[in-house]
């Protein structure tokens, strides 16, 4: 079974930096794009970055210049690292990727079960 894993969640105030990762399991044949959503209370979830097999980006207009997603797939491993962090940023962190199972011909959409930033004084 292929599982997604994040970590480096916490409290942190506001100014300060946090570096999220997830690492992905399992028998797994290729990972395609990968992404970091967020939710936070009585909001929809949104997109904050994303990164492609390749190493192309995007990032969500209220987080440019602050975030910065990264992956290694020697290690089959997204991270996002957050600086200057504020209070909005506050939400549970998804991590999303596209991974084709060994001996699949096909990629499947995997989350993992988050991971809670809270950004307060």
């Known amino acids: 079974q292929v599982q997604l894993v994040e970590s480096g969640g916490g409290l942190v105030q506001p100014g300060g930096s946090l570096r999220l990762s997830c690492a992905a399991s399992g028998s797994i044949f290729a990972i395609n794009a990968m992404g970091w959503y967020r939710q936070a209370p009585g909001k929809e979830r949104e997109l904050v970055a994303s990164i492609t097999s390749s190493g192309s980006t995007r990032y969500a207009d209220s987080v440019k210049g602050r975030f910065t997603i990264s992956r290694d797939n020697a290690v089959n491993t997204v991270t996002l690292q957050m600086n200057s962090l504020k209070p909005e940023d506050t939400a549970v962190y998804y991590c999303?990727?596209?991974?084709?199972?060994?001996?699949?011909?096909?990629?499947?959409?995997?989350w993992g079960k988050g991971t809670l930033v809270t950004v307060s004084s």
């Open positions: 999303n990727a596209g991974i084709r199972e060994t001996y699949s011909t096909t990629y499947m959409n995997y």
